[in-house]
């Protein structure tokens, strides 16, 4: 086969994070190509079935004709400078699975590259994982040039941080400055390059920081109810010091989850050897699951019968972004005196071993207490219409929608921030 220096990338790996740069930069630069070495992938984006964590993806526009789609692994070759966009999988408690990126890595470090390649790695690792694959892969293969690329895209707006990143950061050796400059010229923001490790400690540190950010709610927040008072109201105050900031990560939330945020709290956990880090992120994992069993325990005192009708609106996380990994629902789920259901505007058909209500009508609504997270507008109505009409009990989760409802029988578990006078 003869080599083709291909002047656009190959985007390996369609998970969610290859989904978000090969459609990005078709967006926003030009051509790419991609292929995955998990052929129903492969079919599912050729498909434009895309990740359910990005709800809005198939509504961005672009030129399909810029993205080529492989099918054979020969193609990989064609291509000088590859992504390896594989996410790093996590399991229904946040815990990661390397394992599984290390085994892609491993097929892709057997291919005799014909010139020198750079993989632009993006996986969400550990510092020291990158070092780890050049050491035990590519002393063999010397024609791979490995740069660690950091990922900050949040899910449920990940292809917007990806056209207007705040910054670019990269992991290799400084002889890669002019190609960064270069091949990502048209990216109009700060770009820092670092040792790969110094480079994966920028990830990790990001993470962490909104992971306590998030937890710093969540200890405040228990510490307000104890002196009478709600946390959420204080918040507008709060963001409004340039020092915590408007972006800031401060609501508090029933108990971290979604997995994104654990994974990189796993990582610290396990792999340092200082007993007091150790215990600070026991001491939080207990905290998130004592607020999952006190969200438990409130909707088990409001119901006292056996076997009550729950229906919970909005499974995710949070709206416009699907993941159920260390759910903040897992207790009441695990609950034998309920009996939970589930209904989702955005995501239908999601095969959990939960029961689903496909549409809200009448019969659908007949719960004896709804737990209401998210939903559209229109749905969101039907509730309020319902919950007041048959005076059921609801529990309103939302941060968006915390003025909504104001009735009897219904708890804003989060009241509404304070405005300016």
């Not at 899910?155 to 050796?173: C, D, H, K, T, W």
Request: proline content about 2%; hydrophobic content about 35%.
């Amino acid at each position: 086969m003869n080599y083709i220096d291909h002047k656009y990338p190959l985007f390996l790996g369609l998970s969610h994070i290859g989904q978000i740069y090969s459609i990005g930069w078709a967006k926003k630069i030009g051509k790419c190509a991609v292929f995955d070495f998990n052929k129903k992938n492969l079919k599912l984006f050729a498909n434009k079935k895309y990740s359910h964590e990005e709800w809005n993806l198939n509504s961005v526009k672009y030129n399909p004709k810029k993205i080529k789609i492989y099918h054979d692994e020969e193609k990989i070759l064609n291509h000088s400078v590859i992504f390896f966009t594989y996410d790093t999988p996590i399991d229904i408690n946040g815990k990661p699975n390397l394992q599984y990126i290390e085994n892609y890595f491993k097929i892709l470090s057997k291919i005799k590259f014909l010139k020198k390649t750079k993989i632009i790695f993006t996986s969400q690792v550990f510092p020291g994982f990158s070092e780890f694959l050049r050491k035990k892969y590519l002393k063999k293969n010397r024609m791979i040039d490995l740069i660690y690329m950091v990922d900050t895209l949040k899910m449920g707006n990940a292809i917007e941080r990806f056209l207007y990143p705040e910054q670019l950061v990269f992991g290799g050796s400084p002889k890669n400055k002019k190609f960064i400059l270069n091949f990502f010229r048209k990216f109009k923001c700060k770009k820092f390059l670092y040792r790969t490790t110094e480079a994966e400690m920028v990830k990790v540190s990001i993470n962490l920081f909104l992971y306590f950010s998030v937890n710093f709610s969540n200890i405040l927040d228990e510490f307000s109810k104890q002196i009478g008072m709600n946390f959420s109201k204080v918040i507008s105050s709060l963001k409004n010091d340039k020092r915590i900031g408007y972006n800031s990560y401060i609501y508090p939330s029933i108990s971290i989850s979604g997995g994104h945020l654990e994974r990189d709290a796993y990582f610290v956990n396990k792999y340092s050897n200082n007993k007091f880090i150790k215990n600070i992120f026991k001491n939080l994992e207990n905290l998130n699951k004592n607020r999952r069993l006190m969200l438990r325990k409130i909707v088990e005192n409001l119901l006292r019968k056996n076997k009550n009708k729950v229906l919970i609106v909005g499974i995710s996380y949070k709206d416009k972004s699907f993941s159920i990994i260390n759910s903040i629902f897992k207790d009441i789920l695990r609950s034998k005196k309920l009996d939970v259901r589930y209904y989702d505007s955005y995501y239908k058909k999601m095969n959990l071993s939960i029961k689903e209500v496909s549409k809200l009508n009448i019969s659908s609504l007949e719960a004896d207490l709804i737990l209401y997270n998210y939903s559209t507008i229109e749905d969101l109505n039907k509730i309020k219409k319902f919950a007041i009409k048959k005076k059921i009990f609801l529990i309103n989760l939302s941060h968006n929608n915390k003025k909504l409802f104001n009735k009897k029988k219904i708890i804003n578990y989060f009241s509404s921030e304070l405005s300016n006078l």
